[in-house]
């Protein structure tokens, strides 16, 4: 079986009391609720294959912790489909629990008070990992993770980085095939964020594991998932590869190129000192210069990028030449500002 997630019109919502004001009004509340629904969830439909990394995206209460707990099994769809390798997770969630690990960026499954190893030991008996594979899986990870340096250490003295650390080891003990990952590196400093990614790449590369990361960090999905969900007030708005939204929606390319320093004696300049670059192409603008360094900006629908170096080329004496794509952070920004998907949605209808 190649699919590991497949959803179909996934619903979920909740029945939130509303309160009424005032004393009398508190009591009928109680008494007499009037009751809202509340989606949090809104046919959602999503198919994951085996080994794929997958990166959940949307902001505060966008619906990705809820999809989460419902394809763990922790919450049940108020309607919709929904299976995880090869279970219904509400229903067969003891069977599902053995094949998929679970790792939330704000709590742990480690004993506060124990030694890492301690948790990590009382974890085998939990998932009844037999002793050879349990052994064999826990020297892997103590090496992947380096974690003897902490390992004999209290859970509550260590740092957030180690403990996070802990935490993967402790989702991955009994070789889960699907791994949940919600908001991993959350808090953490850029050294522990580089170790935690090199470790997943890693774990997915030689090992197969499924893996679907929720997060705010959009270095994370960058870095980690070729695709990318993006999901608002429980919709889904795109699922694709990052490479194509930043195509559709981030905007403006930098191009930077280095002149000969001889050129920069023959430019025109205004009257500030910047050089003037006549006959620009439709769609590049001068951005920037300092010296004999220059930023050109030019749109998706300008020349292509090989096209324009040709053209710089053609008139000046280049000695380097770099492209700087606009940040995934910003794209998103963008998309959820002005609204874009969902314009292009009401479009296609």
């Not at 049940?76 to 489909?81: K, Q, R, Y």
């Not at 509400?90 to 690990?101: D, N, P, S």
């Not at 990992?129 to 390992?151: C, G, T, W, Y």
């Not at 270095?219 to 919709?235: F, N, S, T």
Request: with cysteine; proline share 5%.
């Amino acid at each position: 079986m190649s699919i590991m997630i497949e959803a179909e019109e996934l619903n979920k919502t909740f029945r939130v009391p509303r309160r009424r004001p005032g004393i009398v009004g508190g009591l009928r509340s109680l008494v007499n609720p009037d009751i809202r629904v509340v989606p949090a969830v809104q046919d959602l439909s999503l198919c994951v294959e085996r080994g794929e990394m997958i990166g959940l995206v949307g902001p505060n209460g966008a619906g990705k912790s809820t999809s989460i707990k419902m394809m763990t099994g922790i919450l049940m769809p108020t309607s919709g489909s929904l299976r995880v390798a090869g279970f219904v997770p509400v229903y067969q969630r003891r069977e599902l629990a053995a094949r998929i690990g679970v790792v939330f960026g704000q709590r742990t499954q480690l004993w506060w008070d124990l030694p890492l190893i301690d948790s990590l030991r009382l974890l085998q008996h939990l998932y009844r990992v037999p002793d050879a594979r349990h052994k064999d899986n826990l020297q892997r990870l103590r090496s992947m993770l380096e974690l003897d340096e902490f390992i004999d250490t209290p859970v509550r003295q260590l740092s957030l980085g180690q403990r996070m650390r802990g935490d993967l080891a402790a989702a991955l003990l009994h070789d889960p095939e699907l791994l949940y990952l919600d908001e991993p590196t959350i808090g953490l400093d850029v050294v522990a964020k580089a170790r935690i990614r090199e470790f997943l790449l890693t774990l997915n590369a030689e090992r197969g594991t499924t893996v679907l990361l929720t997060t705010h960090d959009m270095d994370d999905v960058e870095m980690l998932c070729p695709r990318m969900l993006i999901i608002d007030h429980g919709r889904k708005l795109y699922d694709g590869t990052v490479t194509d939204i930043r195509e559709r929606f981030g905007g403006e390319r930098m191009l930077i190129a280095v002149l000969d320093p001889s050129e920069v004696a023959t430019l025109k300049h205004d009257e500030s000192g910047v050089p003037i670059l006549e006959d620009l192409p439709v769609g590049v603008r001068l951005a920037q210069a300092e010296g004999p360094r220059i930023w050109l900006s030019f749109t998706r629908d300008a020349l292509p990028a090989h096209e324009l170096v040709a053209w710089l080329g053609t008139r000046y004496r280049l000695r380097d030449v770099t492209f700087q794509e606009p940040e995934i952070e910003d794209v998103i920004r963008r998309i959820y500002e002005e609204g874009l998907l969902l314009q292009e949605a009401k479009i296609s209808l």
